[in-house]
Nanobody, 116 residues
Framework: VQLQASGGGWVQTGGSLRLACAASGRSASAYFVAWFRQAPGKEREFVARISRGGTIYYADSVKGRFTVSGDNAKNTVYLQMNSLKSEDTGLYYC???????????WGQGTLVTVSS
């Protein structure tokens, strides 16, 4: 499956952005779609994931602020990010896989910059 992430940009602290991850190709293998992010100089970290069945899981750092959702008809997963903080700055990747642990397909990343 091929993934295309979009929606990044610059936003002020406290603002919102919505990222999209569009899947094409063998989408049947993309049972789990997750968002990861990597801040400058830091390790990549998990943000949120959703299964094709609708099960959702968030990292503690984004609970209550981020919402992940999927549109199966459009093969697209969204990440609505509200109340953004400077520490949310980073390159956001979407990834897909058959299990919640191993992700075999990765998108190219979309940059999110949060500042005052």
């Amino acid at each position: 499956v091929q993934l295309q992430a979009s929606g990044g940009g610059w936003v002020q602290t406290g603002g919102s952005l919505r990222l999209a991850c569009a899947a094409s190709g063998r989408s049947a293998s993309a049972y789990f779609v997750a968002w990861f992010r990597q801040a400058p100089g830091k390790e990549r970290e998990f943000v949120a994931r959703i299964s094709r069945g609708g099960t959702i899981y968030y990292a503690d750092s984004v609970k209550g602020r981020f919402t992940v959702s999927g549109d199966n008809a459009k093969n697209t997963v969204y990440l609505q990010m509200n109340s953004l903080k400077s520490e949310d700055t980073g390159l956001y990747y979407c990834a897909a896989g058959a299990t919640p642990i191993n992700y075999s397909s990765w998108g190219q990343g979309t940059l999110v910059t949060v500042s005052s």
